[in-house]
């Protein structure tokens, strides 16, 4: 099956700073989305973007399909961005979302 | 619009029982997802319904069981539970469109087997 590799796997941050968050993806996708679990472990959807480029407030996201990786990025981070960062994709139809390891963010005042 | 609802949200058991827990996916959405998260294998799917019809399954032993309903209400089971099934158990409502599967999770389902 499809194969998802997230990186770094933790990232420890100034309030303030910017940062690049990576997702790896071993075959072409229909369906990329990601997630922020915050600590009490709910899951929020931040992007669905199987390809292209999308922005929302402080976060942005881009996925290059052809090279098989997207990228989120947080400027000016807060403490509440603080938690773990999911890529989660699908190859094909209807198939089932496969997530990654995940990264572990922490934003220190 | 109403979210993803799922209950109970904790729970404990022991060895051997059996649980059941429920899901409410949000209005008009017609698949449920179900997955499972541990701190040493992340989130895996268990089974997906759509319909009222499983249409993907994880790979997880037979303990492992769901159904839907016909308001779309979703249910799943695990029998005979064994100490490794603590985790937290989250389910995802979506529209089932291919191409266009959104995923919205709920708080999720945390179960501790003692």
């Known amino acids: 099956g499809i194969q998802v590799e997230q990186s770094p796997p933790d990232l420890i941050l100034q309030e303030g700073a910017n940062s690049t968050l990576r997702c790896n993806f071993s075959d072409s996708v229909n369906n990329l989305q990601w997630f922020h679990q915050n600590p009490w472990g709910q899951l929020i959807n931040l992007f669905y973007i199987p390809s292209g480029t999308k922005q929302n407030g402080r976060l942005s996201a881009t996925t290059v399909a052809t090279e098989r990786y997207s990228l989120l990025y947080i400027s000016s981070s807060q403490t509440t961005d603080s938690g773990v960062y999911f890529c989660a994709v699908a190859s094909s139809g209807n198939t089932p979302l496969v997530f990654g390891k995940g990264t572990r963010l922490s934003v220190i005042a | 619009k109403a979210g993803v609802t799922q209950t109970p949200r904790y729970l404990i058991k022991t060895r051997g029982q059996q649980v059941t827990l429920s899901c409410s996916p949000i209005s008009g959405h017609r698949s449920v997802s179900w997955y499972q998260q541990t701190p040493g294998q992340g989130l895996q799917f268990l089974f997906e319904?759509?319909?009222?019809?499983?249409?993907n399954k994880g790979n997880f032993p037979g303990r492992f069981s769901g159904r839907q309903f016909s308001n779309s209400r979703s249910e799943m089971n695990v029998s005979t539970l064994e100490l490794g099934d603590s985790a937290l158990y989250l389910c995802?409502?979506?529209?089932?469109?291919?191409?266009?599967?959104?995923?919205?999770f709920g708080a999720g389902s945390r179960l501790t087997v003692l």
């Open positions: 995802a409502s979506s529209s089932g469109t291919a191409g266009a599967n959104v995923l919205t």
């Open positions: 319904y759509f319909s009222e019809t499983q249409r």
